[in-house]
């Protein structure tokens, strides 16, 4: 989806046509100008940052924005508020190509632009090669790391990468080891996410069998008002079929059971999918690269390295009374 998005590059401008009219209009209703421009459709608009926490629209139209000031096109003459500047009604009557590179002959965006004598460009792949370890050449792409994405997305997009690649080195460490770890695995992570309790009562609740179709039981909750039965399934090539998926929840049956959850360390297929869906038993699945999400969130298995804090400016700050 994103590859069909214009970078924020591309958005310079558009947004600097959007006040071409000398009026000043508050950043919200510079978004809805460039969102109506471009014709976006509602699952272009709904597209997030990696992160999730903002739309990638509204993220590239912000930093065009922040570049556009820099820049000294358009001016912020109140918080929140845009309005074009001489120097902007002027590069658009000039008819040249607003980019990074027109905007880089003005000696404020440049100060902007320079990051303790790298270019931003060049901090990304710094930053790249701070976090993996490998040099940026051989791993890091203009279209990763260049100028068609935000400082923003240039973290979110490494951050993807590692956690790729740490999902990838988890599940082989899974495989390595034998069924019973994995077992033990599953029932720490169900602890971790906030199920059983404490560990030492999810070590009580949990018994392992070889037969009934249950590898274990955990509480989902500290006072143990409803259980939560588990399958765990330590496969490489093999998918986890319909049949497979019937027999846990006869096996929830056999049990009284209501609630159930089907993980394996490979995938599922269509029909098994579809089998959840229509039985009145709650049977969650989760295959190879949702487990390994979901240990890397709640920190089981992995260890944090390094930690970067991104700061932003506090609004309610700067409110006078």
Known sequence: MKE?????????????????????????????????????????????????R??????????????????????????????????????????????????????????????????????????ADLLTDSPSGSQTSDDAYGLSAT??????????????????????????????????LVVDLMVAMGYGGSQQDAAHTTRYSSDGGIDGIIKEDRLG???????????????????EIQAFAGALDLHKARKGVFITTSGFSREAQEYVGLIEKRIVLIDGAHLAALMIEYGVGVTTRQTLTIKTLDSDYFLEE
Not at 31 to 40: D, I, L, N, Q, S
Not at 154 to 179: G, K, R, T, W, Y
Not at 225 to 243: E, F, N
């Open 151 to 184: 400082p923003q997305e240039q973290i979110e997009q490494a951050l993807a990468a590692i956690n790729q690649a740490l999902a990838d080195d988890l599940l082989a460490e899974i495989l390595a080891l034998s069924p019973r770890f994995f077992e033990q």
């Open 4 to 52: 069909t998005l214009p970078s924020y590059e591309a958005m310079l401008p558009v947004l600097l046509m959007s006040l071409a009219d000398g009026i000043t209009r508050p950043l919200r209703e510079v978004h809805e100008r460039v969102c109506r421009h471009y014709a976006f459709s509602a699952e272009q608009l709904a597209d997030t940052l990696p992160s999730g």
């Open 54 to 127: 903002q739309t990638t629209v509204r993220s590239r139209v912000g930093w065009a924005k922040t570049y556009l000031v820099k820049a000294g096109l358009i001016s912020q003459p109140q918080r929140g508020q845009c309005l074009i500047t001489e120097r902007g009604r002027a590069a658009l009557a000039s008819g040249q190509t607003i980019d990074n590179r027109y905007l880089a002959q003005f000696s404020e965006f440049n100060d902007f632009y320079e990051t303790d004598g790298l270019s931003r460009k060049e901090a990304a792949a710094s930053l």
């Open 225 to 243: 008002l409803d259980s939560i039965y588990l399958q765990a399934k330590r496969y490489t090539d093999k998918t986890v079929g319909r049949p």
